[in-house]
């Protein structure tokens, strides 16, 4: 079991920057893929970012979703077990809860990205993108 706890949301005026983080503990050494989702009122969750476990010095793969791709960069710190989110150029569209989850299981390129792939989930963080 895998948990996680993120932090870092907020308010923020559109074109601004937001950095979220995902601390994780417990059984960590069996994550497979990190991934960041996100749920508007009304809407699915979706995932917008991803990024695959792996030894410190092995090329780092990271997944996005087109509509945050070139805005947002997910990154990890294996030493301190946190991944990161830093959103840029922000937009109203943007607004939701955001949160972060691990998964175990091998998954396909497209799957890094899809909620039924993922055990542990975080409590969800606040991202409000408004003027």
């Known amino acids: 079991q895998v948990q996680l706890v993120e932090s870092g949301g907020g308010l923020v005026q559109p074109g601004g920057s937001l950095r979220l983080s995902c601390a994780a503990s417990g059984r960590t050494g069996d994550i497979f893929a990190t991934t960041w989702f996100r749920q508007a009122p009304g809407e699915e969750r979706e995932g917008v970012a991803s990024?695959?476990?792996?030894?410190?010095?092995?090329?780092?793969?990271?997944y996005y979703a087109g509509s945050v791709r070139g805005r947002f960069t997910i990154s990890r710190d294996n030493v301190k077990k946190i991944v990161v989110l830093e959103m840029n150029n922000l937009k109203v569209e943007d607004t939701g809860i955001y949160y972060c989850?691990?998964?175990?299981?091998?998954?396909?390129?497209?799957?890094?990205?899809?909620?039924?792939?993922?055990?542990?989930w975080g409590q969800g963080i606040q991202v409000t993108v408004s003027s």
């Open positions: 990024i695959l476990s792996g030894p410190p010095r092995s090329s780092i793969q990271r």
């Open positions: 989850a691990t998964g175990t299981r091998e998954m396909t390129i497209a799957g890094v990205l899809e909620t039924q792939n993922f055990e542990s």
